[in-house]
């Protein structure tokens, strides 16, 4: 192989590994900022949907002048035949 395919490839190696470690490391942070959960509650397709916010973290909230937070998302369909709920879970 020629000096300059290696440059050229180690270069991009190195491209590569900067970019999947931004990604790891964003990702890393977004769950550990996570400061509570959302949930979505609908009973009936008529019914509109309920919403509960549960803060794990209300230090965070209140003692930082944070404008923005990550909350856990969970969608919730209340079942009348079993009195159970499905839930799907997402981080928003």
Request: net charge positive.
């Amino acid at each position: 192989m020629s000096t300059p395919l290696i440059i050229v490839l180690i270069c991009v190696a190195v491209l590569l590994g900067i970019i999947v470690g931004l990604i790891f490391a964003r990702i890393k942070r977004d769950r550990e900022e996570v400061v509570g959960q959302l949930q979505i509650i609908k009973e009936s397709e008529n019914d509109r949907p309920y919403i509960y916010l549960q803060v794990t973290k209300p230090d965070i909230l209140l003692n930082t002048g944070k404008k923005y937070v990550f909350l856990k998302v969970r969608r919730m369909k209340y079942t009348d035949e079993r009195n159970t709920m499905k839930i799907k879970d997402s981080q928003k």
